[in-house]
């Protein structure tokens, strides 16, 4: 295991609170991630000080406080260069008559109960210099890679049942598994989910599906994923009877995601949902299988799914983008690539690729070696297109739209567009050369006439 190094602030912030005669330490996460041997985002602190106490030590030391959450113990000590930090009075959580939050905390002066309350074990350590508070043997599940309820994992889910999704999240960042007992009853209280708010759910999920061990967490959990995305429930083992495929939807869907190593999110949530419609446009003939149109399905089912998971609007846009498009036939030809640069953007078709090539990866092995060639021509074509500077877009244009209006005599209005996009067609056609003289010449030569009569 590795050393941890507290940083800085946060170190100042546990010694002077020791010196001060309080007991102090970092704890949760930060301790986890540096055993780890991982970079800890944040640094939070435990003490045995109340927040009058805190705030009273930190105004001593002319260090700024902000008032986080009093009736919870936290405050925010901002150390300056040294960053701010949380520090929490331990605590004792009362019932959580919501699923989500105490009714009520009671501050304590035993680290070992702050710790018991906390989620699973390798979040329930803590550490100053005096060494590792461990009561629950986290650092040996983080050896064994497993992620442990502390005490009754029946109590912590009713507790929060978010802790569910971060239970699956956490084994799909780390590549850990899933204790028995926590896992079983993660299947038996996937029903208090429904209990929680669509945004929290949505950051646990995205957390989730950005880790190495998605596979096996969403293959495990499909109960859990459609109590979420109860879309999803007539995926999961839809057989595709179908040669290209060997896994049923639920199953491709998934192989789809975890092929992906990258970490944009919208790539991700995309082959999450890309064939979530399938079941509802199967069809069946002497050939197999078929599923015609799934796109558009997958689309209009995760505009549903998007909405109320409460996907920002931008990202949403690009999500059903994608998945409307994700099948779509496109040829190898520099023509091709500039014509879908064009319709959806540079960004948009990288990603598109990238769904394509995760998506062949999850079909049947004897029919991915031609789609992949093709896939990375489409690649090496891509790369080309911009490393040349070919024109794709209006702005790239050699000519602009007073070049237009000047050639052909026009006032500002739809006309002078009407004339840029045709121009720019037949750049991007390789019918004309996006050079100044030759554009020119063309609309000289053309004089547009009838764009000009009805201008």
């Known amino acids: 295991m590795n050393k941890i190094t507290i940083p800085r602030g946060a170190k100042a912030i546990v010694q002077g609170l020791r010196y001060a005669n309080h007991e102090a330490y970092v704890v949760g996460g930060c301790v986890r991630d540096s055993l780890l041997g991982l970079v800890p985002k944040d640094w939070d602190i435990c003490t045995s000080a109340t927040p009058e106490e805190m705030k009273e030590y930190f105004t001593r030391c002319s260090v700024r406080t902000i008032d986080t959450g009093l009736k ?36 304590t002066d035993s680290i070992y109960k702050d710790l018991s309350r906390r989620d ?6 803590a550490y100053n210099q005096a060494g590792l508070v461990d009561p629950f043997h986290g650092r040996e599940d983080l050896d064994n890679s497993v992620i442990r309820c502390v005490g009754n994992p029946d109590d912590r889910f009713s507790e929060d049942a978010l802790r569910i ?7 799909s ?46 293959l495990e959990y499909n109960d859990v994923i459609t109590t979420i995305i109860p879309e999803m429930q007539p995926c999961v083992g839809f057989d595709q009877n179908n040669r290209f495929h060997e896994y049923n939807v639920y199953e491709h869907i998934v192989h789809a995601v975890s092929n992906y190593d990258g970490d944009d999110i919208v790539v991700k949530v995309s082959l ?41 609007n931008k990202s949403k846009s690009d999500i059903l983008e994608l998945i409307l498009h994700h099948d779509a036939n496109i040829e190898p030809t520099p023509k091709t690539v500039r014509r879908w640069l064009n319709k959806i953007g ?12 995760a998506d062949i990866q999850a079909h049947a092995k004897d029919t991915q070696e031609s789609r992949i060639e093709r896939c990375a021509a489409l690649w090496v074509i ?19 739209g007073h070049d237009v ?7 500002e209005g739809k006309a002078v567009g009407v004339v840029l996009n045709d121009v720019l067609e037949k750049v991007i056609n390789g019918e004309l050369p996006n050079e100044r003289v030759a554009l020119v010449s063309y609309l000289v030569k053309e004089k547009y006439q009838e764009v000009v009569s009805n201008e």
């Open 346 to 357: 540079e960004k948009q078709f990288v990603r598109l690729l990238n769904i394509r090539m």
């Open 72 to 107: 919870r113990g936290t405050i925010t000590a901002d150390m300056e260069r040294s960053g701010k930090f949380e520090v929490t009075t331990f605590r004792i959580d009362g019932d959580y008559s919501d699923n989500r939050h105490p009714d009520s905390v009671e501050f």
């Open 120 to 125: 699973f074990t390798i979040n329930a350590m």
């Open 173 to 218: 960042t780390y590549g850990f598994v899933i204790e028995e007992n926590t896992s079983q009853s993660i299947h038996r209280n996937k029903r208090l989910l429904k209990n929680i708010a669509a945004e929290r759910i949505q950051s646990e999920l995205c957390k989730m599906l950005c880790g190495k061990g998605i596979l096996n967490v969403l």
């Open 272 to 312: 999450l949902l890309h064939d979530i419609g399938k079941p509802h446009c199967y069809t069946a003939d002497h050939k197999g299988g078929h599923f015609y149109g799934h796109g558009v399905f997958s689309h209009d089912i995760s505009e549903k799914v998007l909405t109320r998971l409460r996907f920002d």
């Open 165 to 171: 999704l971060r239970a699956m999240r956490f084994a």
């Open 405 to 411: 209006m000047n050639l052909l005599h026009l006032s």
């Open 382 to 400: 891509l790369e080309e297109v911009i490393k040349s500077n070919q024109c794709f877009k209006m702005k790239d244009l050699a000519i602009d």
